[in-house]
């Protein structure tokens, strides 16, 4: 099994300020991460695939890097909305094992 | 719009079964991959089944032998058929869909639907 770990666990940051996130794979993946936007009681949202291509509709504040082992997710000048709770995933294995890290929660400073 | 509703979840006994279902809307699941993803309370998201377009179905292994995907082309829904439950299966179970970006990126997902096991 590929074990994600991201880190920190929890992010304090101000409105209007950057946060950057990291993700860690146990092997290498390539670039075969997303990440995800979660809020309790909403439906998990899928921001980047491919470690740095921007889904359909995600603002340019967004963006992702990385290969191999590590990836970052960075947001420039945090919106009330991206408070939230920050998943990895890859998406190597064949056949399908997909796993996720344990989430990074980016609260208010 | 493509949607994705879960339904089906509830409290159980250890040792009980559930059907979870998921209701599709604006595709079709017959030419879409579809997964289930858990959330235990207080943990991150653990990736549980998908069933292919061509119908081949995997699991991980936390579930293998014990639960079983599937789908019905007429309803346009997916099922998860859950036996031999325990209470590390106590979870809010989300229906995804692969998106168009490939094999495993989740595009659309729903709210969820809680399942607790327990005595």
């Known amino acids: 099994e590929i074990v994600m770990t991201q880190s920190p666990a929890t992010l304090s940051v101000s409105p209007g300020e950057r946060a950057t996130l990291s993700c860690r794979a146990s092997?290498?993946?390539?670039?075969?991460l997303a990440w995800y936007h979660h809020k309790p009681g909403q439906a998990p949202r899928l921001l980047i695939y491919?470690?740095?291509t921007r889904a359909t509709g995600i603002p340019a504040r967004f963006s992702g890097s990385g290969s191999g082992r590590e990836f970052t997710l960075t947001i420039s000048r945090l919106q009330s909305e991206d408070f939230a709770i920050y998943y990895c995933?890859?998406?190597?294995?064949?056949?399908?094992?997909?796993?996720f890290g344990q989430g990074t929660k980016v609260e208010v400073k | 719009e493509m949607q994705v509703v879960e339904s089906g979840g509830g409290l159980i006994q250890p040792g009980g079964s559930l059907r979870l279902s998921c209701a599709a809307s604006?595709?079709?699941?017959?030419?879409?991959?579809v997964n289930w993803v858990r959330q235990a309370p207080g943990k991150g998201l653990e990736w549980v089944s998908v069933v292919h377009t061509g119908g081949s179905t995997y699991y991980a292994d936390s579930v293998k032998g014990r639960f079983t995907i599937s789908r019905d082309n007429s309803k346009n829904t997916v099922f998860l058929q859950m036996n031999s439950l325990r209470a590390e299966d106590t979870a809010v179970y989300y229906c995804a869909r692969d998106s168009r970006f490939g094999e495993g990126v989740l595009g659309t997902w729903g709210l969820g639907t809680l399942v607790t096991v327990s005595s």
């Open positions: 995933q890859q998406y190597n294995n064949w056949p399908p094992a997909w796993t």
């Open positions: 604006g595709f079709t699941v017959s030419n879409n991959s």
């Open positions: 491919d470690a740095s």
């Open positions: 092997q290498g993946i390539g670039t075969n």
